[in-house]
């Protein structure tokens, strides 16, 4: 299957530390794939890089084959690549569902002229965006906290919130930024479920930063693991798990 995203020899350094050094990596159309390392090990680097949150010093990085590198976020946005945060993101003084009605670009309600002249349109589009919205909220397993501000909801509401917010554009590729962390098991379940349900029936690619094992074991292959800014060791979760190298880079060499 071909690659959606091909990071090509990528250095990034801050000052005189090389945080990211001669990093290739390629996620296939279609998969989840899985980044672990670490801490220090330059992942969320390499996601701010690809996401076109922070220039790269040197390399390539290719969407679907086009060029990307060193193009900002917004237009990354348009162009289907979106990512996650660790921490979420929210409009917190707007409703669950308002916050995912924000998301659609271009809608003819932000431009004044339009607002006054063109109300019909306005009310048109913010009708089909509202409908759209309801349906995500309800996939995503919050339609009970729809009306609720985003700030009032729990740490893995917020993050399902997030993850329903790329479903409000034409995503193709969602960039998973520690999406376990500070949610408890039940939403998490939710949430791996979502993110399954989103690559099996909408075709969504994920790259997935984690540091939750179990989670990494239930939805990615490949894995690949990142190590002083390299690609250390790609495989299957079970390839990497018994891999010496790892197992060193994590506990040291005096692991058993």
Avoid at 116 to 138: C, F, M, S, Y
Avoid at 163 to 190: F, P, Q, Y
Avoid at 226 to 249: F, H, K, Y
Wanted: glycine share 10%.
């Amino acid at each position: 299957m071909p690659s959606i995203i091909d990071v090509r020899h990528v250095y990034k350094a801050f000052g005189g530390l090389k945080v990211i050094n001669d990093c290739s990596i390629q996620v296939e159309k279609g998969s989840i794939t899985g980044l672990i390392g670490p801490n220090g090990a330059g992942k969320s680097t390499l996601f701010n890089i690809i996401a076109g949150a922070l220039p790269l010093d040197s390399g390539q990085v290719l969407l679907d084959g086009e060029d990307i590198t060193n193009r900002p976020a917004n237009e990354l946005f348009h162009k289907g690549l979106l990512r996650t945060f660790q921490i979420a993101h929210e409009f917190s003084q707007m409703t669950a569902l308002e916050n995912l009605m924000m998301v659609p670009p271009k809608q003819a309600g932000e431009s004044l002229f339009s607002a006054w002249l063109k109300p019909g349109l306005v009310n048109q589009q913010e009708t089909a965006v509202r409908q759209k919205a309801l349906e995500v909220i309800d996939f995503i397993g919050l339609h009970h906290v729809r009306n609720e501000l985003a700030g009032n909801l729990s740490g893995g509401q917020k993050k399902l919130l997030e993850l329903g917010r790329t479903m409000m554009t034409d995503a193709r590729v969602v960039l998973l930024d520690e999406i376990a962390a500070g949610v408890n098991r039940t939403l998490l379940g939710d949430l791996v479920e979502n993110i399954e349900r989103l690559n099996r029936e909408m075709g969504y690619t994920f790259l997935v930063i984690e540091h939750d094992m179990e989670m990494i074991a239930r939805l990615c292959d490949p894995v690949i693991v990142l190590a002083q800014g390299s690609v250390m060791v790609e495989g299957t979760i079970e390839e990497i798990q018994n891999n010496p190298q790892v197992i060193e880079a994590y506990f040291g060499s005096t692991a058993a």
